[in-house]
Structure formats: C-alpha cells, structure tokens
C-alpha cells in the first residue's frame, strides 16, 4: 500500500516561502516510472497542478508557477519538497502531493495515490 503525507506550516506570511515535505511509503521515489507531485486546490476552486519531480530527479512546473516553485528530493528519507516563493493571500489553499502514474516516466496526470492534503494559509 502507498500512503503519502504532507507536513509543513500551515501559515505562512506574504513575500515569505512555502515550504512542505511529502513523506512517500510503499514505492520508493529513485525506482521504477512514476513521478511525484505536487497539487493545490484554493477555496471554492478546481484542482490546481503545481509541479512534478521524477525518479531520475528531472523536474517540470506548471508554466504559471515556474518562476516560483522548487520540487527537490531527499532519497535517504524517501521524501520530497515543495518551495513556493514570494507568497500571497492567493496562495492560500489545500496542498497535496500525489503519485503520477506512470509506465514511461512522462507526465501522465493520472494521480492514483495522494497524501490527505495539508491546509496553508497565507496571512499577515
């Protein structure tokens, strides 16, 4: 069984990093064709994707959040993270990492396990 867990603040102030790990158990993050992400979803809106990070530790952004974002990996701890720079009120949202399914290591956007999700607000 895989199980993900998001952990990290849950208040951030504005112009300040976001900053939350991914705990993965059950798959390991370095093998096999899946990548890992990270997705949002704001209050009263849709589903948001954020970025991915393969098992080769390749990474890809949303466009929108590029300039902004870091996905990195920590392989020792089967873990990894998301930067989110220079927050604003309009980054408040439920944050979650997921599993991308996989069977070439090309983004499929086919989430089959995800962490419960992890609430951040952004506020002075």
């Known amino acids: 069984q895989v199980q993900l867990q998001e952990s990290g603040p849950g208040l951030v102030k504005p112009s300040q990093t976001l900053s939350l790990t991914c705990t993965v158990s059950?798959?390991?993050?370095?093998?096999?064709?899946?990548?890992w992400a990270w997705i949002r979803q704001p209050p009263g809106k849709g589903l948001e994707w954020i970025g991915s990070?393969?098992?080769?530790?390749?990474?890809y952004y949303s466009p929108s959040l590029k300039s902004r974002t870091s996905i990195s990996r920590e392989t020792s701890t089967n873990q990894f993270t998301l930067q989110l720079s220079s927050v604003t009120p309009e980054d408040t949202a439920v944050y979650y990492c997921a599993r991308d399914f996989s069977v070439s290591g090309r983004l499929s956007g086919s989430y089959d396990y995800w962490g419960q999700g992890t609430q951040v607000t952004v506020s002075s």
């Open positions: 059950g798959d390991s993050i370095t093998t096999n064709y899946n990548l």
């Open positions: 990070i393969a098992n080769s530790g390749s990474t």
